[in-house]
């Protein structure tokens, strides 16, 4: 005879999401030793940008962005130390929890998701030995290599035309002088090994 299922009337819902690696993270109260750099980069490498919603037989994924939004950093800014630059490479790194969700879809959650996605980067942050929140010249960077990315992902990989790109996003900043490598989709194991690799150089300890 089965067992009736247990009720979970007036239970709290389950805020934490288990990982691969057997860790569990709290979406609410998220611990840096919960964190774990090989659970971010597989995360990374499984979402997809635009809602997949791109050209090409791979999806763009965050991972990809990634590391194509902190190459064109070091463009927008030579000299760029790597622990700056690494907090440009994890500027989208809650997205490995919590996904990617378009800007319009943003706009219309509110605050609540916002404030989750703060409290999952200031923990990715402390893990990796970063600040909890980059400085404010830091963050006006993020998001100006941020947009050059944008830009370019939707002029090339997500059907805008360019008129509209630049009423969107604005006309970009530059054009990224390796931009053509960095729009050719990545499959999965790809932009997870090669996210991994950009993480391992810029956090290796410096003599």
């Known amino acids: 005879m089965s067992r009736a299922p247990r009720s979970t009337a007036g239970a709290a819902p389950r805020a934490w999401q288990r990982m691969l690696s057997g860790r569990r993270l709290d979406l609410l109260d998220p611990s840096p030793a919960d964190i774990g750099i090989d659970d971010v980069a597989h995360g990374l490498a499984r979402v997809a940008?635009?809602?997949?919603?791109?050209?090409?037989?791979?999806?763009?994924?965050?991972?990809?962005?990634s590391v194509f939004v902190e190459a064109i950093a070091a463009e927008l800014s030579p000299g760029l130390p790597p622990p700056a630059r690494l907090a440009v490479l994890?500027?989208?790194a809650a997205e490995y929890v919590v996904g990617d969700i378009?800007?319009?879809?943003?706009?219309?959650?509110?605050?609540?998701?916002?404030?989750?996605?703060?409290?999952?980067?200031?923990?990715?942050?402390?893990?990796t030995g970063l600040p909890p929140e980059p400085d404010p010249d830091l963050a006006r960077l993020i998001k100006r290599a941020d947009l050059v990315a944008a830009y370019c992902?939707?002029?090339?990989?997500?059907?805008?035309?360019r008129d509209e790109a630049d009423r969107v996003f604005g006309p970009p900043e530059i054009r990224p002088g390796d931009a053509e490598s960095f729009?050719?989709?990545?499959?999965?194991?790809?932009?997870?090994?090669r996210f991994r690799a950009?993480?391992?150089?810029?956090s290796a300890p410096r003599p």
């Open 183 to 193: 729009l050719q989709p990545w499959p999965t194991a790809e932009a997870q090994r």
């Open 90 to 92: 994890l500027h989208d």
């Open 153 to 161: 992902e939707a002029t090339q990989l997500a059907g805008f035309d």
């Open 102 to 127: 378009i800007t319009p879809l943003k706009a219309m959650i509110g605050d609540g998701y916002a404030a989750v996605e703060a409290r999952l980067r200031a923990a990715i942050h402390l893990q």
């Open 198 to 202: 950009r993480f391992d150089l810029l």
């Open 49 to 65: 940008r635009w809602n997949g919603q791109t050209v090409g037989e791979h999806v763009f994924s965050v991972a990809q962005h």
